[in-house]
């Protein structure tokens, strides 16, 4: 039977919305109804449709998180686009190996940490929005990097990446954090991408094609992270 995390707590509603959700349907309800008391029936028919996308964009739904041992999974919901070695990047200027998820406007947009640690460095890059599935989004978009270290001094770092849409990251974590594996940390919204670096002798588990859920899905191992 494999050992598994529930972070939730079991009072949690049906249908949750994450938090940063709230004023995107605040905003969208409300120009919803001055349009229907207007009489312009035509936009407010097209703005309760676009308040109902936002609450399904929104959503937050309860996740269960394999605790093997040495397990990273994975930080957001999408479709891996790059799973393998890279010789150095903008976050490593060693050898890494770098798994890239994208997410569509129809995936979860919640975040989850993939390993327990402690948040090392935190960097933020203001940057630009080409498309989140292009190789130079990756350093060139806005993006927000968090370096996490194990307790046994093994090196992750995921980078939240904004996409064509997207204009808002949102990351709730501060340097000097202590995280643990599958809790949720922050949202990017409306379609982006999601970059993680694991140590060059990790095992993969996913290749490009694959869909992903943040907090369940396994992207790799890493190895000899177990005391003696």
Request: proline share 6%.
């Amino acid at each position: 039977m494999k050992d598994l995390k529930r972070p939730d707590p079991d009072n949690q509603p049906a249908f949750c919305i994450a938090k940063p959700g709230y004023y995107f349907i605040i905003a969208s309800v409300f120009a919803t109804a001055v349009f229907a008391l207007t009489g312009v029936a035509s936009v407010a028919i097209a703005g309760l449709a676009v308040t109902v996308f936002i609450c399904y964009f929104f959503r937050d739904p309860d996740r269960v998180v394999p605790m093997e041992e040495g397990a990273v999974v994975s930080p957001a919901d999408g479709r891996v686009i790059i799973a393998g070695p890279v010789d150095e990047g903008p976050f490593f200027e060693e050898a890494s190996i770098k798994i890239s998820i994208f997410m569509s406007v129809f995936n979860v947009h919640v975040n989850r940490i993939p390993h327990e640690g402690k948040v090392s460095k935190i960097s933020y890059f203001p940057g630009k929005f080409f498309s989140a599935n292009l190789d130079k989004a990756s350093k060139e978009n806005e993006h927000n990097a968090v370096f996490i270290e194990t307790d046994m001094g093994k090196k992750i770092c995921m980078v939240q990446i904004a996409g064509l849409i997207a204009r808002r990251i949102i990351c709730r974590l501060q340097e000097g954090d202590v995280v643990s594996r599958g809790d949720r940390f922050g949202i990017i919204c409306f379609g982006s991408r999601l970059d993680v670096y694991l140590p060059p002798d990790a095992k993969i588990c996913v290749r490009v094609g694959n869909r992903v859920k943040a907090g369940e899905t396994i992207l790799g191992y890493l190895k000899n992270d177990k005391k003696i």
